[in-house]
């Protein structure tokens, strides 16, 4: 179970450092300062030019879109 619990931790944190890292690459907007939609323009405009980071990174901005309904609290509440 320790085994489990470790593995998974790491695979967090490599995803976290995985959105970092793409975020500073790409200079990208904050996404709480913008909707899901928004980001999604965003993402076509700007990271076209390989798209599995392109997923890797709308996936990222996208879970903290102010917009985001899956979130704790969604912005102007």
């Known amino acids: 179970m320790l085994i489990?619990?470790?593995a998974t931790f790491a695979i967090c944190s490599l995803s976290a450092?995985?959105?970092?890292?793409?975020?500073?690459?790409?200079?990208?907007?904050?996404p709480a300062?913008?909707?899901?939609?928004?980001?999604?323009?965003?993402?076509e405009r700007k990271?076209?030019?390989n798209p599995s980071d392109a997923k890797e990174l709308e996936a990222c901005l996208i879970a903290g879109a102010?917009?985001?309904?899956?979130?704790?609290?969604?912005a102007g509440k």
């Open 66 to 74: 102010a917009d985001n309904p899956n979130k704790e609290q969604v």
């Open 47 to 49: 990271v076209s030019d």
């Open 33 to 43: 300062k913008k909707t899901m939609a928004q980001i999604s323009r965003w993402i």
């Open 17 to 30: 450092a995985d959105c970092l890292s793409l975020i500073a690459k790409y200079d990208a907007p904050d």
């Open 4 to 6: 489990a619990f470790i």
